[in-house]
């Protein structure tokens, strides 16, 4: 791996052409990258605010997206026909998007209604999921949610129909259900790899919230154990965490919420106040960097390893080869009904 001091000739020549592109290039940079990435973008934020910013700017002709897979996908879908969408690396992908596949989502749909019946269950899937779940939810009458809006999206579903099926992360729909006044018995895990998501019937028809049995393996990583030694050793300290950690982690941090949440909560804080965070390392350090003026610790070194494959070499490849080289496409007719379900999400 490179030392960040040998990237200076990339990064010069990054900012060479950034120049020479001007209005027509938008580089952005999800809140994950590494410090470096993260200086050469135009906007920074969370997956969809970044999808949001490369729709509403129609100068831009070539989006270049610092992130992984699905981000790239969701900033094709909202962008405009004028538009490129590069991903540097297209190997950025993201374990937990993986965890539901299209085929698998679609049998294990068929699975639950034909026990519980048509137009019971609402289809929510997290915005860190592929086009084609994003679709599916779209083809169902579902809508995409993000961290900080999973709540309006599951009362939004619940008004509608009597269950909601939320894909791929169990953790971030447990502790969206449990923030709404849900029981744990109001809720189940779906496997896909056992008959009836591995539940039965009964409990199928008593839940209102199915979760898919998907995590993200970044925020999996923050134990009870960490907090209780953090406490031991910073009683003032106040500990944020993002949602989708487990529950009991959630309940034991003194605030949760999503990454643009965690960044405005520091940001907020008094001056000489100690944080913990319990998100990714990149967006930690930076915080930290960021305000020098607090003590800015991390619950425990957790990096993704996906986010980290973008560096300076893969961006200045893309830009050398603008609009070409890691171009992201949708097929129209996904982009058409996962666009449905997007769209649904900003109507809340």
Request: glycine share 6%; with cysteine.
């Amino acid at each position: 791996m490179k030392k960040q001091a040998d990237y200076s000739r990339e990064i010069a020549e990054i900012q060479r052409i950034k120049s020479q592109l001007g209005e027509k290039l938008l580089i952005l940079t999800h809140h994950y990258q590494r410090r470096e990435i993260v200086a050469l973008g135009d906007y920074r934020g969370d997956s969809f605010g970044l999808s949001q910013r490369a729709a509403a700017d129609a100068k831009a002709r070539h989006i270049v997206f610092c992130g992984v897979h699905f981000m790239a996908e969701s900033a094709e879908i909202l962008s405009g026909p004028h538009q490129t969408v590069q991903l540097p690396d297209k190997e950025a992908g993201c374990w937990m998007a993986d965890m539901a596949d299209s085929y698998v989502v679609e049998r294990s749909w068929q699975e639950a209604t034909k026990v519980l019946g048509e137009n019971v269950i609402t289809p929510i899937v997290y915005m860190n999921a592929d086009a084609s779940i994003k679709a599916f939810c779209g083809r169902h009458g579902g809508l995409v949610c993000t961290s900080s809006n999973a709540p309006a999206a599951f009362a939004w579903g619940l008004e509608r129909r009597e269950k909601v099926f939320f894909f791929p992360d169990q953790h971030l729909g447990r502790n969206t259900g449990h923030q709404m006044g849900f029981s744990p018995e109001d809720m189940i895990v779906w496997d896909p790899s056992k008959p009836l998501g591995g539940v039965s019937a009964e409990s199928l028809k008593r839940a209102r919230i199915l979760l898919w049995d998907g995590y993200c393996l970044v925020h999996t990583r923050f134990q009870v154990a960490h907090i209780e030694a953090m406490r031991e050793r910073y009683p003032d300290a106040k500990i944020v965490v993002h949602p989708e950690c487990l529950r009991e982690v959630v309940q034991m941090a003194d605030a949760a919420g999503s990454t643009d949440f965690i960044v405005k909560y520091v940001r907020k804080a008094s001056p000489g106040a100690t944080i913990i965070i319990g998100t990714e390392i990149n967006l930690v350090k930076r915080l930290g960097a960021e305000n020098p003026d607090k003590n800015i610790l991390t619950l425990h070194d957790s990096l993704c390893p996906n986010m980290y494959k973008i560096n300076p070499q893969n961006l200045l490849l893309s830009l050398r080869h603008i609009g070409k080289k890691n171009v992201i496409h949708v097929s129209e007719s996904i982009k058409k009904e996962a666009g449905v379900a997007l769209e649904r999400m900003l109507a809340l």
